[in-house]
Nanobody, 112 residues
């Protein structure tokens, strides 16, 4: 049974930072890419960041380039999303994704 368990959501002020984490169980973690998606109210779910199985390549949505960083630690079966310089428009539910499995989703709210 594949399980993706997320942590690190919360409320932050504009310009603040937040670190998300996703732990994978029931799979060989290092064999696949990992991704972070987000979905804001009234909008479609969108890809925020992705990282290859070994971390050799990364990609980001244009809206978060230079502010967000995706990383992974295969020894710990973990993937992370460091979010800096947060903006109001970053408010959304963020999801960890691996192949065809989703984490439970965690709210990130940027508010003054």
């Amino acid at each position: 049974q594949v399980q993706l368990v997320e942590s690190g959501g919360g409320v932050v002020q504009p310009g603040g930072s937040l670190r998300r984490a996703c732990a994978a169980a029931g799979v060989t973690f290092s064999s696949d890419a990992m991704n972070w998606y987000r979905q804001a109210p009234g909008k479609e779910r969108e890809l925020v960041a992705g990282i290859s199985n070994t971390g050799g390549w990364k990609n980001y949505a244009d809206s978060v380039k230079g502010r967000f960083t995706i990383s992974r630690d295969n020894a710990k079966n973990m993937v992370y999303l460091q979010m800096n310089s947060l903006k109001l428009e970053d408010t959304a539910v963020y999801y960890c994704y691996r192949v065809n499995y989703w984490g439970q989703g965690t709210q990130v709210t940027v508010s003054s």
